[in-house]
């Protein structure tokens, strides 16, 4: 039986565009190291403004100069358009329960995470983790960009102990993703190198396709609470001065709203802490209803950042928080989407209900 890892912390979503399959040059980064501890409208689509571009993913804009994201094969979920999808049976018991009183929090969104991009020349170094780390999480060496960042940090050091420090860095058709990643000093080179749960993803594979195991293997635990990557979900720049979201977003919630015995798929863990059946389920993906006005939303950003709630929603990745994870260079007013309740939206029907406490996480740990 695998370990269960209770992950307490916000998520933060950013919006880049990138090719899919592959990651996107080098990126200078400049954090702020903010780490921000952040309620139906009727309206038709077709009145949105003229400012909210619809795109699609066989078009995406080009990059304004912001982080951009490490993208996998377009059949993959994230990018799946379920505007049309049936609902899940559970949402009314849900809005009942848990969500009752609301988010916990206003709609917000947390721009905190940094996404470092490294060029084939960067060294991979070698850090320690906890050996009760496997077989969930990974031990490849990591390639740490000269002047990097972490979730939170403006350096590679977690400075303070518990916080998530999210550590994201693409390479080639790698992605790793590594929570409370650390190195003593602050450096891509010196100090002591240590994280809790690495996780390598392979950019050119779609691991959501039904199939056993299914993505990483069903019970296994990974960088956040839900084993779902971080980078490609997470709002970024470039999207949203575009005005052009294409793929689903990753939030956070208190972990007394989130089940503490079901997951979904997509994803594979859990860590919550709330009673099944009037909670939400890890990996529960929720869609902005469709009659919801756009236009009611404060600026151009906001309302491209709905339209594509609308198109392929969010997904419940961790616990912390209410946030809607981005990256931290994003310039809009992240209070912009407060109006937003829980009754303006609707769960995606989420299928089978897995019990994580009857899984057993198998699988052999990336080295190299």
Known sequence: MTTQHLWVGAGVISLGVVMMGACSGDTTTNPDGGTGNPDSSTGNDATQGSDVAQGTDSTPPGDSGGQTGCEFPSTSTMYQDVSGASLDSAWGAILGGA???????????????????????????????????????????????SGGATEGYPDYFCAQSGN??????????????????SVTGGKATGGTFTGTCLVVWDLTKDYWQP?????????????DAADMPISTLLLKQAEIVAHNVTHAMRFTIDNS?????????????????????????????????????????????????????????MFLADGGGFYVSATNDITIDTHDLKVLKPTDFEMVDGGTRYDFHKQNCTRTSISN
Not at 264 to 283: D, E, I, K, N, R
């Open 211 to 223: 199939g056993t195991p299914f993505s990483r293997g069903d019970g296994c635990n990974g960088a």
């Open 257 to 313: 709203k989130i089940d503490d015995t079901y997951y979904v798929h997509p994803t594979t863990h859990l860590g919550g802490a709330g009673p099944s059946g009037t909670t939400l389920p890890y990996g529960a993906r929720l869609r902005l209803k469709k009659g919801f006005d756009v236009t009611t939303l404060p600026s151009p950003e906001a309302q491209a950042i709905a339209v594509a709630l609308k198109k392929y929603g």
């Open 164 to 181: 998530d420090c999210h550590l994201i860095t693409c390479q080639g058709s790698r992605l790793y993703e590594l929570y409370q990643g």
């Open 99 to 145: 969500l009752a009183s609301g988010w916990g929090g206003p709609f917000q969104l947390d721009p905190s995470f940094t996404i470092n991009t490294a060029d084939s020349g960067v060294t991979r170094r070698p850090f320690t983790q906890p050996s009760s780390a496997l077989p969930d999480c990974d031990t490849a060496p990591i390639p740490l960009v």
